[in-house]
């Protein structure tokens, strides 16, 4: 089992900042990716960002040149860096983490971001 915890979350007005954390531990050897998600209240949860160990970032199109993911494969950390904050922004964000190709069923509290216009 994958224990995720994030971390960062926060109001902020538009056109601020945010740095989120996530934290894997547990059952994590074979860690090829990571990523962030976000869930509105009335919407499904939706890919964000994803960076493999290799450094390979995908970013979804609304967030690209404003998000930045980083990993760092030694704490097992992965980051989120969102810029240019919007109130469509706003929901809780998860982390997840792959392992050997496959995205784990384990999720994380989640931490909430709201973004006031």
């Known amino acids: 089992q994958v224990h995720l915890v994030e971390s960062g979350g926060g109001l902020v007005q538009a056109g601020g900042s945010l740095r989120l954390s996530c934290e894997a531990s547990g059952s994590i050897s074979g860690i090829d990716a990571m990523g962030w998600y976000r869930q509105a209240p009335t919407n499904q949860r939706e890919l964000v960002a994803t960076i493999t160990n290799g450094g390979m970032a995908h970013y979804l199109d609304t967030v690209k040149g404003r998000f930045t993911i980083s990993y760092d494969n030694a704490k097992n950390m992965v980051y989120l860096q969102m810029n240019s904050l919007t109130p469509e922004d706003t929901a809780v964000y998860f982390c997840?983490?792959?392992?050997?190709?496959?995205?784990?069923?384990?999720w994380g509290q989640g931490t909430q971001v709201t973004v006031s216009s």
């Open positions: 997840n983490a792959r392992l050997n190709g496959i995205w784990s069923r384990d």
